[in-house]
């Protein structure tokens, strides 16, 4: 009597090799609230949010239990200090786009005798001109030079809090009354919000 074929189970596909070493991290150090349950009952990071693009790094070899240290890196602070407000965020970005901008004219040389919007001929292009006057005026409208320096460090160039109020000597908590203060500036400034 020849035997019967039981029907295969579903295989569940491998998790990639990164985020399966990601998952494993955050599960022994105890960092499993990005961690969410997929169809074949395995932890798996939960795509789209902030916290599953933080990427964990161990020192030695990988092994927590070994005494390996454990570092968070890519956090945008934007994105990662939770009690900014929409128009916080929103000014922020805004702020960081207008000084990217106006940083291309290092970056894309051109021939000097090519003709650029203005009819002028070579020079830097109006875009670029026009970011960065608007971010002048927007580093005009912070005022103090306190809160001027901190929104330039932690938004245009994307230092964590920690490393600014270490180079400031500050605490962590003054660093980040200030970036609020500063953004709640730039907010009032872009019109996202009436002034206080």
Same mark, same amino acid.
């Given at each position: 009597?020849? +035997?019967?074929?039981?029907?295969?189970?579903? %295989?569940?596909?491998?998790?990639?090799? *990164?985020?399966?070493?990601?998952?494993?991290?955050?599960?022994?150090?105890?960092?499993?609230?990005?961690?969410?349950?997929?169809?074949?009952?395995?932890?798996?990071?939960?795509?789209?949010?902030?916290?599953?693009?933080?990427?964990?790094?161990?020192?030695?070899?990988?092994?927590?239990?070994?005494?390996?240290? $454990? @570092?968070?890196?890519?956090?945008?602070?934007?994105?990662?200090?939770?009690?900014?407000?929409?128009?916080?965020?929103?000014?922020?970005?805004?702020?960081?786009?207008?000084?990217? !901008?106006?940083?291309? =004219?290092?970056? +894309?040389?051109?021939?000097?005798?090519?003709? $650029? &919007? *203005?009819?002028?001929?070579?020079?830097?292009?109006?875009?670029?001109?026009?970011?960065? @006057?608007?971010?002048?005026? =927007?580093?005009?409208?912070? *005022?103090?030079?306190?809160? =001027?320096?901190? $929104? @330039?460090?932690?938004? !245009?160039?994307? %230092?964590?809090?920690?490393?600014?109020?270490? %180079?400031?000597?500050?605490?962590?908590?003054?660093?980040?009354?200030?970036?609020?203060?500063?953004? &709640?500036?730039?907010?009032?400034?872009?019109?996202?919000?009436?002034?206080?």
């Amino acid at each position: 009597m020849p +035997k019967k074929a039981r029907p295969a189970k579903a %295989q569940a596909p491998k998790l990639p090799k *990164g985020e399966a070493e990601q998952v494993r991290i955050r599960r022994e150090v105890g960092h499993d609230f990005a961690l969410r349950n997929d169809a074949f009952g395995r932890k798996r990071l939960t795509s789209g949010t902030a916290e599953a693009r933080r990427v964990y790094e161990v020192s030695n070899d990988g092994h927590t239990s070994t005494g390996g240290i $454990v @570092r968070v890196r890519n956090v945008d602070p934007l994105v990662g200090i939770t009690s900014l407000s929409r128009q916080q965020r929103e000014a922020g970005l805004r702020y960081r786009e207008h000084f990217r !901008c106006s940083q291309q =004219a290092d970056i +894309k040389p051109m021939r000097w005798t090519e003709r $650029v &919007d *203005g009819g002028r001929t070579g020079g830097i292009a109006d875009s670029v001109l026009n970011a960065g @006057r608007a971010h002048a005026a =927007a580093t005009r409208a912070l *005022g103090h030079w306190d809160v =001027a320096t901190v $929104v @330039r460090k932690v938004v !245009c160039l994307e %230092q964590p809090v920690k490393t600014v109020a270490e %180079q400031n000597g500050e605490g962590r908590d003054v660093v980040t009354k200030l970036l609020k203060v500063g953004l &709640d500036l730039l907010a009032v400034h872009y019109g996202m919000m009436m002034g206080r």
